[in-house]
């Protein structure tokens, strides 16, 4: 696994990040002064990885499917090392709930999310060879447009 792990998927990120930006925007009941602080927060990361976002740009226009799919396995690894934090803060979050049936949906999703994920990620590391060969050469056989 590489060290920039997190490097490449910001791209992705800062895409998700824009659109929920975007609906920010249309929601009622948020002072607006609070809308603009989000857009100019994240207009503040945009700058910040403008040559991550412009290499990632270079990447897609050269070869779309094998950009995508290595986004994929990096969030694969980044999502394993993410759950670390994310469970803590689940259970504070589970634990603070004053809704019980909310607490209760939360505790089941993460286990749930976290079991399932915990399958796919040994399926995929016990075949990676497989995998990897049924990605990046099979289905590209299969839909020449993938290439």
């Known amino acids: ?3 920039n ?3 490449k998927t910001i791209p992705f990120f800062i895409f998700i990040w824009g659109l929920a930006a975007a609906f ?3 929601r009622p009941r948020i002072p607006v002064l609070w809308k603009i602080a989000a857009f100019l927060l994240y207009l503040f990361y945009i700058w910040v990885f403008k ?3 412009e290499q990632f740009l270079i990447m897609v226009g050269q070869n779309w499917y094998i950009t995508t799919i ?3 396995k990096e969030s694969l690894y980044l999502t394993f090392y993410l759950l670390i934090i994310f469970w803590p803060i689940s ?3 589970i634990f603070y709930k004053s809704d019980d049936f909310g607490a209760e949906r939360l505790l089941k999703f993460m286990i749930f999310f976290t079991i399932i994920f915990w399958i796919i990620v040994a399926v995929y590391s016990y075949n990676k060879r497989g995998i990897d060969n049924l990605l990046y ?3 590209t056989e299969l839909f020449p447009f993938l290439k």
């Open 137 to 139: 050469n099979k289905l």
């Open 1 to 3: 696994m590489e060290t």
């Open 51 to 53: 040559s991550d976002i």
């Open 91 to 93: 259970l504070f979050i």
């Open 24 to 26: 920010l925007i249309f």
């Open 70 to 72: 290595l986004f994929l």
């Open 5 to 7: 792990i997190f490097l």
